[in-house]
T-cell receptor, first 111, second 112 residues
Framework: EDQVTQSPEALRLQEGESSSLNCSYT??????LFWYRQDPGKGPEFLFT???AGEEKEKERLKATLTKKESFLHITAPKPEVSATYLC????????????FGRGTSLIVHP | NAGVTQTPKFQVLKTGQSMTLQCAQD?????MYWYRQDPGMGLRLIYY???????DKGEVPNGYNVSRLNKREFSLRLESAAPSQTSVYFC???????????FGPGTRLLVL
């Protein structure tokens, strides 16, 4: 059973149309939640780390938030260049703190 | 500062052939990881090395072996490749617990 579930699997937006990606998790004792961006044909690139419920982090038009059950990646007035796959990973005490990745959300922003 | 490098970038193998995927990092990180990424499956951990001299199995270790050659290098070996091992392989490193993972550019492997 998945410990990390990302939704939606794919999302198409028009340029300027704000939306949010979801990452829900079932691990107990969360140590850290990570967001990565992955462009086609490349490795994941780090965006944010969140450690506790209520924490928020922001970078350009992206804002990540965390509750006790899920994290959201809010995308404000997106431009086509934010098109990518966004991965979420959680780190828990069990399993030597090895992060568990979700399956990702593929985001396409049309001009 | 190259970060995490992987070789080769692309490889085609025939069933039963062997090969080694190379990974090196220049960030003085303690931990290194090998993942495979398949469509619809996300990133799955094959093996990891928490520190130089140690290696442990991940979620999908069957058919693979690893060597942590030194602090910089972590290799992944396929002894007898199978079509089910067709995938994109990523190496990653991190400084320590609760730290960010840095990924290499990936190796695309096709097993015929």
């Amino acid at each position: 059973e998945d410990q990390v579930t990302q939704s939606p699997e794919a999302l198409r937006l028009q340029e300027g149309e704000s939306s949010s990606l979801n990452c829900s998790y079932t691990v107990s004792g969360l140590r850290g939640l990570f967001w990565y961006r992955q462009d086609p044909g490349k490795g994941p690139e780090f965006l944010f780390t969140l450690y506790s419920a209520g924490e928020e982090k922001e970078k350009e038009r992206l804002k990540a938030t965390l509750t006790k059950k899920e994290s959201f990646l809010h995308i404000t007035a997106p431009k086509p260049e934010v098109s990518a796959t966004y991965l979420c990973a959680v780190q828990a005490p069990g399993g030597s703190y090895i992060p568990t990745f979700g399956r990702g959300t593929s985001l396409i922003v049309h001009p | 500062n190259a970060g995490v490098t992987q070789t080769p970038k692309f490889q085609v193998l025939k069933t039963g052939q062997s090969m080694t995927l190379q990974c090196a990092q220049d960030m003085n990180h303690n931990s290194m990881y090998w993942y495979r990424q398949d469509p619809g499956m996300g990133l799955r951990l094959i093996y990891y090395s928490a520190s130089e001299g140690t290696t442990d199995k991940g979620e999908v270790p069957n058919g693979y072996n690893v060597s942590r050659l030194n602090k910089r290098e972590f290799s992944l070996r396929l002894e007898s490749a199978a079509p089910s091992q067709t995938s994109v392989y990523f190496c990653a490193s991190e400084a320590g617990l609760r730290e960010t993972q840095y990924f290499g550019p990936g190796t695309r492997l096709l097993v015929l």
